[in-house]
């Protein structure tokens, strides 16, 4: 079993919709979590710290459940921008590696 | 300013060759990274540098594979003898301090295509 589970997609939508994507991660000592985007053939960038008490930016809200292992981000008013790959990334003990989901991805389609 | 940048943007390796891998991390990061990136598939840890010393290589995943950063700035990851499962994004990132909550900031990678 993979650490960190999140489905990879392809979600379609349409402008404007609301999406929600969903992650888990396996090993409960997890410290720090965080979504991370990804343009096609580009490098991965931070989108967004992800909180318990649940964090919003704009038209994103992460959000984490610790007692399910479990991370979600929302975006609504989805854009034509916003099309991309989205990871899931956890940070878990001493070392400061990140460990990343296979990522979902999103197409916003007029 | 500038960010992290990695040199060669694309490298195409006949099996067996070695190749040599650069990142320059952002001027005054303490932590340096280096992931794998295969095709569809989420950034997968190699190792990691705290300025010149390795701390955790343990997502290498053999000993054709070998990383260094000897003045705690540039550093070079090194892949001998290459093999077609190599063939992946090799992404560096960095980050300004130790520690978990510290962003860590990726360059563009280096794309290699083993033949």
């Known amino acids: 079993r993979k650490e960190v589970e999140q489905d990879p997609g392809p979600f379609n939508v349409p402008e404007g919709a609301t999406v929600a994507f969903n992650c888990t991660y396996s090993?409960?000592?997890?410290?720090?979590f965080f979504w991370y985007r990804q343009d096609c053939r580009k490098e991965p960038k931070l989108l967004m710290s992800?909180?318990?008490s649940g964090n919003e930016d704009g038209r994103f809200t992460a959000q984490l459940n610790r007692a399910s292992q479990y991370i979600s981000l929302l975006i609504r008013d989805s854009k034509l921008s916003d099309s991309a790959t989205y990871l899931c990334v956890v940070h878990t003990g001493t070392a400061s590696k990140l460990t990343f989901g296979t990522g979902t991805r999103l197409q916003v389609t007029l | 300013g500038a960010g992290v940048s990695q040199s060669p943007r694309y490298k195409v390796a006949k099996r067996g060759q070695d190749v040599a891998l650069r990142c320059d991390p952002i001027s005054g990061h303490v932590s340096l990274f280096w992931y794998q990136q295969a095709l569809g598939q989420g950034p997968e840890f190699l190792t990691y540098?705290?300025?010149?010393?390795?701390?955790?290589k343990s997502g290498l995943p053999s000993d054709r594979f070998f990383a260094e950063r000897p003045e705690g700035s540039v550093s070079t990851l090194k892949i001998q003898r290459t093999q077609q499962e190599d063939s992946a994004v090799y992404l560096c990132?960095?980050?300004?301090?130790?520690?978990?909550?510290?962003?860590?900031?990726f360059g563009p990678g280096t794309r290699l295509t083993v033949l």
């Open positions: 990132a960095s980050t300004k301090n130790v520690g978990s909550y510290n962003e860590q900031f």
């Open positions: 540098f705290q300025n010149e010393a390795q701390l955790d």
């Open positions: 090993n409960s000592a997890s410290q720090s």
């Open positions: 992800v909180y318990s």
